[in-house]
């Protein structure tokens, strides 16, 4: 029998196989099905969406050394929240890798891969996709209030992006970590209602 169609993630899945930690392999898995449902919900490449959630963390087999080491090498631009927080670093080089090991040329995946961590202003719709799909994959466990979450993310992504930021930058704030402004702009612009132009969606 043929293969089936979709057969696009196997090589990669396999490589996050080998490198990632298991639970951080099967959190991969999670995140590249979620994604690949909320494209075929929304309207979005569902092979891309696939993609970009197995590899979204490529860059957590490296240490934070090592990651800053590529960054030194290739000239990648360190911010001052990611050097307080080095847990930010790995979707810059995350994106980087995906790239250079692992062949992807596609800027929307790259992008779904940069700013997975953050999100950003004006994100794509496969930007959005990874970002959600990363926070509520089904063996994520981040906040009580996750099937309110989920809900309102199939019900309407926006609506729902909304709803994950604000939950997000009240649970970093608990957690004492250093926050990347770029998720505090990213919740503004959302909050604001900055992206009912239409803005990648
Ligand atoms: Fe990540
Ligand atoms: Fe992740």
Redesign the pocket.
């Known amino acids: 029998m043929k293969a089936p169609e979709g057969i696009g993630i196997r090589k990669y899945r396999k490589e996050m196989e080998k490198v990632l930690k298991p639970d ?1 392999y099967e ?2 898995i999670g ?1 590249a099905y979620t994604s690949a449902a909320l494209a075929m919900r929304f309207g979005a490449d569902v092979q891309k969406a696939l993609i970009a959630g197995i590899l ?2 490529c860059a ?1 087999c490296l240490t934070h050394e090592e990651q800053l080491k590529i960054c030194k090498k290739q000239g990648l631009p360190v911010t001052d929240a990611e050097r307080k927080n080095l847990k930010l670093l790995h979707a810059r080089v995350g994106a980087y890798l995906a790239e250079k090991e692992y062949g992807v040329t596609d800027p929307e995946i790259l992008s779904a891969i940069r700013w ?2 953050t999100g950003r202003p004006g994100m794509t719709k496969l930007d959005k996709i990874v970002f959600l799909a ?1 926070i509520i ?1 089904p063996n994520r466990r981040m906040f009580p209030e996750m099937t309110e979450i989920r809900d309102r993310i199939f019900a309407d992504l926006d609506e729902g992006l909304k709803l994950t930021l604000s939950y997000l930058l009240e649970y970093l704030q608990k957690s004492g970590e250093e926050i990347d402004p770029t998720t505090e702009e990213t919740w503004a612009y959302y909050r604001d209602g900055q992206d009912s132009a239409g803005n990648g969606s």
Do not use: G, L, Y
């Open positions: 951080r959190h991969s995140v979204h963390d957590k997975h961590t990363d994959e």
